[in-house]
Nanobody, 123 residues
Framework: VQLQASGGGLVQAGGSLRLSCAASKRTSSNNAMGWFRQAPGKEREFVAAISWNGGSTIYADSVKGRFTINRDRTRNTVNLQMNSLKPEDTAIYYC?????????????????WGQGTQVTVSS
């Protein structure tokens, strides 16, 4: 399983970014997918997750109402639309492939991780 995250960059507070994660062709699309982030000096934290068929999503309280996760199973991609960005959203964002089909927020619920993409929000 290989996961390739992209779409990070530098944006001003209040702006938007869209992250994408492409899974290799052999990656099962019957598993949930998620996004995590890690800011400098902090532990990795959960951001959002989506079930295998997109029917269920969960979000960290800190991003609810601002971030939206979706997936395209035919293309084996998962996206994270981030609006109203804040400086505290600055982090490296990682996509991950879950061990199961249902949404999960614990990091140990994910078996495979992408390399991460940097998001920097300036004030």
């Amino acid at each position: 399983v290989q996961l390739q995250a992209s779409g990070g960059g530098l944006v001003q507070a209040g702006g938007s970014l869209r992250l994408s994660c492409a899974a290799s062709k052999r990656t099962s699309s019957n598993n949930a997918m998620g996004w995590f982030r890690q800011a400098p000096g902090k532990e990795r934290e959960f951001v959002a997750a989506i079930s295998w068929n997109g029917g269920s999503t969960i979000y960290a309280d800190s991003v609810k109402g601002r971030f939206t996760i979706n997936r395209d199973r035919t293309r084996n991609t998962v996206n994270l639309q981030m609006n109203s960005l804040k400086p505290e959203d600055t982090a490296i964002y990682y996509c991950a492939h879950a061990r199961s089909s249902g949404v999960v927020s614990r990091a140990n619920g994910y078996a495979y991780w992408g390399q991460g993409t940097q998001v920097t929000v300036s004030s």
